[in-house]
């Protein structure tokens, strides 16, 4: 935006993502000020937190949304706002707040809530869920235009509202990246990375309980509510080959995914809507990509032909699957291309946004 002369400025909580802690260089501030790359960026008070608990996550984002009404309150706020959802909340009191005729407000929505929590067991059908629905068909009905990151996401908001002006915006990757070398791997085991988050709908946890190892080694970056759970898992059975590396800043992580096999891209369960843009980074990279979620990410690795597929919560079907392409290593000769495509079909192509 800022390179097609917009003036941009950010709002955002205090750094606490994906710990749910605040980063120790903001702890002790209740708000911050700051200038990057000529872009304002206003970082406002949160009681962070990832925590189980329903009522103490609920907390932490009416905090946030308590922030942001402060803020509108006494701060000029710009003609045109892009707002971001999930979380359903903060975005209803950025929609809500914002409302005026005179201004643009475009909704980014990248999942699917509260929908996507009731699939993941998060909330159940009551009147709770029917609030949150009402919240979420209130945030597409101010919205003057609605990205959606998947064609399901735009199908289900067009499904309430027929004539809401909609726009497909994938999360396309912008990184350079040296060129891909086709590789075969080694007699050895067949290598297997997951990077990022280590929450319950990506179902590391489980992944690494039911994964049969005599072909394969598991190779874990990232953090999140499971991270707990899944270093006890690894310090309790060190003699399976999985590993964990925490943390990286993504330049390293960019460096380090050149040495793997395989990435796979897991969710516990198929949820409508969801299409993880790990597949776009990954292909930029020519990293082969294992894909186990079902739904629309699913046809975008067949359509391309960038991996396999395999069925979401099936872990009989996936073991067979890295069991066949650890003996024929079929497609892992073919980084290069899986570049090459990706460098053609994801690559941001903007619009002017009238």
Request: charged share 25%; glycine share 6%; net charge positive.
């Amino acid at each position: 935006m800022q390179k097609r002369n917009f003036k941009v400025s950010v709002i955002t909580p205090l750094p606490n993502y994906p710990t749910g802690k605040i980063f120790k260089e903001y702890k002790g501030k209740f708000n911050l000020t700051s200038t990057k790359n000529d872009i304002k960026i206003y970082r406002l008070w949160i009681y962070a937190s990832n925590s189980k608990n329903k009522l103490l996550r609920l907390f932490s984002m009416l905090s946030y949304s308590f922030s942001l009404i402060c803020f509108f309150a006494f701060n000029k706020i710009s003609k045109t706002v892009f707002v971001q959802s999930p979380p359903l909340l903060v975005a209803f009191t950025s929609m809500f707040f914002l409302k005026k005729k005179s201004r643009k407000l475009i909704l980014n929505v990248s999942d699917l809530w509260p929908f996507s929590g009731l699939v993941l067991g998060a909330f159940k059908k009551n009147l709770t869920y029917k609030l949150l629905e009402n919240i979420e068909r209130f945030n597409y009905k101010k919205a003057n235009l609605v990205l959606g990151q998947s064609e399901e996401i735009l199908k289900h908001i067009t499904s309430l509202f027929p004539n809401k002006d909609i726009f497909l915006y994938r999360n396309y990757p912008d990184f350079n990246t040296l060129k891909s070398e086709n590789k075969i791997s080694s007699d050895g085991k067949l290598k297997i990375v997951y990077a990022g988050l280590l929450g319950v709908a990506q179902g590391i946890f489980k992944l690494c309980q039911k994964l049969n190892y005599e072909n394969i080694e598991l190779h874990i970056y990232g953090a999140g509510s499971e991270q707990g759970k899944i270093e006890a898992f690894i310090k309790s059975n060190q003699h399976l080959p999985i590993t964990y590396y925490g943390e990286l800043t993504r330049n390293k992580l960019h460096k380090e995914l050149q040495q793997y096999d395989v990435a796979i891209i897991p969710l516990l369960k198929r949820i409508y809507g969801s299409v993880p843009s790990k597949i776009f980074e990954y292909s930029k990279f020519g990293l082969p990509i294992l894909y186990f979620g079902g739904g629309e990410g699913e046809q975008i690795i067949e359509k391309h032909n960038l991996g396999w597929i395999s069925e979401a919560g099936n872990y009989d079907s996936l073991n067979i699957l890295l069991d066949r392409i650890k003996k024929n290593k079929f497609a892992l000769r073919q980084r290069q291309r899986i570049q090459e495509t990706a460098t053609e079909k994801f690559t941001k192509k903007l619009k002017t946004l009238g």
